[in-house]
């Protein structure tokens, strides 16, 4: 998977997560509330995978063009 799609999916999550956790409190559904916030937190997570993702990638681009930048 992409860090494009990790970090979407991310973001559905959050906002999946926190309707749930407004629809919990105003009905009074404590499941509700719980299930809303642990798929925010896995939003959160796979919004931080998708940072890592592209943080990785552009370690790899610089130290590649560091690399093709020495033989000049």
Known sequence: ????DD???GTANDV????KQVVGNLTGD???KA?????ETKGDAQKALGNAK???GNVAKNIGDAIK????
């Not at 999946?16 to 309707?19: F, Y």
């Open 30 to 32: 404590n499941d509700l």
């Open 54 to 56: 592209d943080a990785i």
């Open 1 to 4: 998977m992409s860090s494009t």
């Open 7 to 9: 970090k979407a999916r």
């Open 16 to 19: 999946a997560g926190n309707v």
């Open 35 to 39: 299930e809303g916030a642990a798929q």
């Open 69 to 72: 930048g020495s033989g000049s």
